[in-house]
């Protein structure tokens, strides 16, 4: 069985649109046709949200989306990267990585830079290859089996273990706390869901996730037992190195530091293969084309990423008035990039609702672009998934979907909940 692929560009009226309502976003359809109303009719659109005096611009041309990624000056993220209203207090306690611009950004980023740099990924290479073909080997001979579980799903939190230097037994309890501190819209994986009364006990927690306490006791206890060691593992990095700033990290900055290395180590990863595992099966003539020829993985793999999209959006505040797009956007205002938006541009991707494995150039915004803020373990994921795909496709002569394939309730996460396969061995 096959999904159906539906006529994504199928008109919708601009008053349908709501970006806002995670509900709009569980059916893989309905985001799709929002973008292409928005870029065709509205590309810099005021969108409201529940609430009093509440609301954002939503950006959804790729052109205006690379401008605000790149100007942080003008558009910061340390009001905050997600749609939710946070106040001074919040941010004092909640921030991290991502919320922060300037010197201290560049030094917080610098203490792990160099470790998702080419040259220790490219060591990873063997090991990588050998953690592919275990998960394989394991998925594969069952047959049927839902592939975010066996595939995508336990191949990136393998890989995370290692960085972390934590056991394997612990996997599921990484994949646990990333379900449910970034599923926090969707009541299959949240304890508390975001827009609810009961979250306003956890206001000062990422993602108001009460998930994130157990992910800070299990770094305490980490940094505790690495602290003065000479652990070449993240943790062992963030506890005994200073950052260029001179300014060493608190245990507030370890906390949200290591809360961002276990959401965003494995969630992304984990989604982008999967919805590349279900773009292969629903086109199974590209499926065919790097079949007799694994020399167009790589490139697959950048459409692999512009098709996936596993981020929606990414949200700056306006530092200053500015007219973007035609419109006044005033100081203060919320500016949201919708990356997945962009990643299906017209004026940039010929044809860009075409999957296309041998697409160049391919100038997609998954990771954002030439910003600060560019994705610090990119080519991580672009490793995990080139080796990923190098191992499975020679190994299998047809997979099939087998049942209903579930979205994350989310506008931030475009995730895959499950993938039903039957598979035949090559």
Not at 142 to 159: C, H, R, T
Not at 185 to 198: F, G, I, N
Not at 393 to 410: E, H, L, N, Y
Request: hydrophobic share 40%.
């Amino acid at each position: 069985m096959i999904p159906l692929l539906p006529d994504l560009r199928e008109p919708l009226p601009l008053d349908g649109v709501d970006l806002a309502d995670p509900d709009n976003f569980t059916d893989g359809i309905t985001p799709w046709r929002m973008f292409h109303t928005l870029r065709h009719q509205d590309p810099v659109h005021w969108q409201p949200e529940p609430g009093p005096n509440s609301g954002f611009w939503a950006l959804t041309r790729h052109r205006d989306i690379v401008r605000v990624d790149r100007d942080t000056e003008t558009f910061t993220s340390a009001r905050f990267v997600n749609l939710e209203e946070v106040d001074d207090d919040q941010i004092k306690k909640r921030a991290s990585l991502l919320e922060m611009d300037g010197v201290r950004h560049r030094a917080l980023r610098g203490l792990l830079q160099r470790h998702f740099g080419a040259s220790v990924i490219n060591g990873y290479a063997d090991f990588l290859r050998g953690l592919t073909a275990r998960t394989l080997d394991a998925a594969l001979v069952k047959g049927a089996f839902d592939f975010v579980e066996e595939i995508s799903a336990d191949f990136p939190i393998n890989v995370l273990a290692r960085l972390l230097d934590v056991p394997e037994e612990d996997n599921q309890r990484l994949i646990a706390w990333g379900n449910r501190i970034i599923g926090n819209t969707d009541p299959d994986y949240a304890d508390v869901l975001l827009h609810s009364v009961e979250s306003e006990k956890y206001r000062d927690l990422p993602f108001r996730s009460p998930a994130s306490l157990e992910v800070f006791a299990y770094g305490r206890d980490l940094a505790r037992r690495r602290r003065g060691g000479d652990g070449t593992d993240l943790v062992s990095r963030l506890v005994n190195e200073t950052p260029r700033d001179g300014v060493p990290l608190s245990e507030r900055d370890f906390d949200n530091y290591f809360l961002l290395l276990v959401v965003a180590g494995n969630e992304t990863t984990r989604h982008a293969i999967s919805h590349s595992m279900l773009a292969l099966i629903q086109h199974p003539e590209q499926l065919d084309r790097l079949r007799r020829d694994p020399s167009l993985i790589p490139v697959a793999v950048e459409e692999f990423l512009r098709w996936a999209s596993p981020v929606y959006h990414f949200r700056r505040t306006a530092t200053r008035d500015v007219e973007l797009g035609g419109k006044r956007i005033r100081e203060g205002d919320k500016v949201v990039m919708w990356y997945a938006s962009g990643n299906r541009d017209e004026e940039v991707f010929g044809d860009p609702y075409a999957f296309d494995v041998t697409r160049r150039p391919n100038d997609h915004v998954t990771f954002g672009k030439g910003s600060p803020h560019l994705c610090l373990g990119n080519l991580l994921a672009r490793t995990e998934m080139r080796i990923m795909f190098e191992e499975l496709i020679p190994r299998i002569a047809d997979i099939r979907v087998t049942g209903d394939v579930p979205r994350v309730r989310s506008n931030f996460v475009n995730g895959i909940k499950r993938l039903p396969v039957e598979v035949t061995l090559a």
